[in-house]
């Protein structure tokens, strides 16, 4: 069975710092992509950063960046520069190839900024 | 360019009444999806479809529950007779032609509430 991770159900960071939340996953194809989306009080889910298993540079968007592990299925997210706004659930999702397109989610790690 | 639309944003329904809740892509996508978020929980998916299609509806429930979309005009996924386990937030999502690799944007979401 396909299955994502997140072994953190909550964290807290100061602002300006650096914050990193961890994933892992567990999959037997070897193409396949992987996201983290952000949920804030609003509870709106927004694309935070995706992630191609086939490309071995890690992804970056502005202050946010992954580690992408291939061998150790892990896909951690790193959060540069912390803001109040950035307070939000977070959610790990993974897809894969086949007939279906059907998104795997953790259950979410629940990040406070502080001010 | 819109994002993707759900309405209503809040539905109150009483056990045993019907509850519709519609979901319109965004422009391009042909491909939507409906994905159930429990209270305290990760999302969880229910089905994927296209136009006049269903691809995968593996995740829906047996029973009561059913989904569409049209030819012309929004995905529409239906609750017949609900209970209270039934109360959530559904979201739907979109994404282009394509296959897996595209990715999924979501709308902001319909929380129902049973009473």
Same mark, same amino acid.
């Given at each position: ?36 989306? %952000?949920?804030?009080? @609003? ?9 191609? /298993?086939?490309?071995?540079?890690? $992804? &970056? ?16 997210? %790193?959060?540069?520069? @912390? ?9 790990? /999702?993974?897809?894969?190839?086949? $007939? &279906? ?15 | ?115």
């Amino acid at each position: 069975a396909q299955t994502v991770t997140q072994s953190q159900p909550e964290m807290s960071v100061q602002e300006a710092e650096t914050v990193t939340l961890s994933c892992t996953y567990d999959t037997s194809e070897n193409n396949y992509y992987l996201f983290w989306y %952000k949920q804030p009080p @609003s509870r709106q889910m927004i694309l935070v950063i995706r992630q191609e /298993a086939y490309k071995q540079q890690n $992804a &970056t968007e502005n202050r946010f960046s992954v580690n992408f592990q291939k061998a150790a299925k892990s896909f951690s997210l %790193k959060i540069s520069d @912390s803001q109040l706004g950035d307070t939000a659930m977070y959610f790990c /999702a993974f897809i894969n190839g086949g $007939a &279906t397109n059907k998104l795997i989610f953790g259950t979410g790690t629940l990040l406070a900024v502080q001010p | 360019n819109a994002g993707v639309m759900q309405n209503p944003r809040h539905l109150v329904r009483r056990r045993g009444q019907e509850a519709r809740l519609r979901c319109s892509p965004m422009k391009g996508h042909s491909h939507v999806y409906w994905y159930r978020q429990l209270p305290e929980e990760g999302l969880k998916f229910m089905v994927y479809l296209q136009k006049e299609n269903i691809i995968d509806e593996s995740g829906m429930p047996k029973e009561r529950f059913s989904a569409e979309f049209p030819k012309e005009g929004p995905s529409i996924l239906r609750i017949q007779q609900v209970v209270r386990g039934d109360s959530a937030a559904y979201f739907c999502a979109s994404s282009p032609p394509g296959g897996y690799q595209e990715t999924q944007y979501f709308g902001p979401g319909t929380r129902l509430l049973v009473l």
